[in-house]
């Protein structure tokens, strides 16, 4: 009888079954062994599930410090007031003919301000209506206006000018530092510094109102921002 070589699948599924008898056999001759192989297994299962825990806590930590960090910050965004545009005029309530009004107005277009001169008996200005649409972006927003060389022009009783919307006088903000209303029909005192005025939301004309003046390159400016 020949002797034939044994297939080596064979020799596998011999010795993994020599195995589990001799693992069932330790397992019922050694009950206290397996016990702490597997309490063993339950301990240091549950400690790498708190380590996974920490670390999903620590990414959301740092993904929320990270979106935190570079949120944007609402900034209070300051434009320039479009004083010198088109759209703006002048007048002089006692001369119709442009040309021969005695408030004449140079316009800075690039720089956005504007350079008075002209004597007047009476109320002379420069407005800007609907027509222009360069002041109805900023309705509803604060309007600060800087005045510099007022000390080189005069006044009737310090009232430098009023500033009108929709043909009524506004009142400056308590925060204008340098320049203060006048007790007489809410004009702004002869001042150089900046004032600052609430727009209305229905804004649709503005208008500077100068009152028997004499301007002498009186140079007007604005900002306008959200707050």
Do not use: C
């Not at 020949?2 to 397992?27: A, D, E, I, W």
């Not at 979106?67 to 609402?74: L, Q, R, V």
């Not at 006044?155 to 007790?183: G, H, Y």
């Amino acid at each position: 009888m020949s002797n034939q070589p044994s297939h080596p699948n064979t020799n596998f599924f011999q010795s993994l079954k020599t195995f589990f008898k001799r693992l069932l056999y330790v397992m019922g001759s050694h009950p206290i062994i397996v016990a702490l192989i597997l309490l063993s297994s339950v301990f240091w299962g549950g400690i790498q599930f708190q380590r996974n825990l920490d670390e999903g806590k620590n990414e959301n930590y740092n993904s929320e410090l990270n979106e935190s960090k570079f949120k944007p910050t609402p900034v209070n965004k300051v434009n320039p007031f479009l004083i010198a545009a088109g759209g703006w005029y002048k007048y002089d309530n006692q001369i119709e003919n442009e040309s021969e009004m005695r408030i004449k107005v140079t316009k800075n277009q690039e720089e956005q301000y504007i350079i008075l001169n002209g004597t007047f008996p009476k109320a002379a200005g420069y407005v800007t209506g609907e027509i222009g649409g360069n002041i109805l972006p900023f309705a509803g927003k604060n309007l600060t206006l800087t005045i510099e060389g007022s000390g080189n022009s005069t006044f009737d009783n310090d009232k430098m000018f009023r500033l009108e919307a929709n043909d009524r006088p506004l009142e400056p903000e308590e925060n204008s530092n340098s320049i203060t209303r006048n007790l007489g029909n809410k004009f702004i005192n002869a001042r150089d510094g900046n004032v600052t005025f609430k727009l209305p939301s229905n804004l649709t004309k503005l208008n500077l109102v100068f009152w028997n003046a004499t301007l002498n390159d009186l140079k007007i400016s604005g900002t306008v921002s959200e707050k």
